[in-house]
């Protein structure tokens, strides 16, 4: 793979798949925080957005310092997934 398309891979990843990534964590987080009972749903809202940012610029990191493209899109991949199954696994309880 040539290091053009290399870098644009990587950024499409840290792009897409960072934005991907913080709001599922960001939907999935917020039944988490209520079922804890650690803040009522309105705080849980705020407080999982502001973590989403945090998730979103570590992953824009992660990006481009993995070694490998491949290995980055599966992490990705597996970490939407696992986002999910979290949200959907909470959103029933």
Do not use: H
């Not at 917020?30 to 309105?42: A, I, K, M, S, T």
């Not at 999982?48 to 991949?77: C, G, K, N, P, Q």
């Amino acid at each position: 793979m040539t290091r053009k398309a290399e870098v644009f891979f990587r950024s499409v990843a840290a792009i897409v798949g960072g934005y991907s990534i913080a709001a599922v964590f960001s939907l999935a987080f917020v039944p988490v925080l209520v079922w804890l009972q650690w803040c009522n749903q309105n705080e849980a809202v705020m407080i999982a957005t502001m973590l989403s940012y945090i998730i979103y610029f570590s992953v824009i990191i992660i990006s481009f310092s993995r070694e490998s493209t491949l290995l980055l899109w599966r992490d990705i991949a597996l970490t939407l997934c696992l986002g999910c199954a979290m949200y959907l696994a909470m959103g029933s309880l």
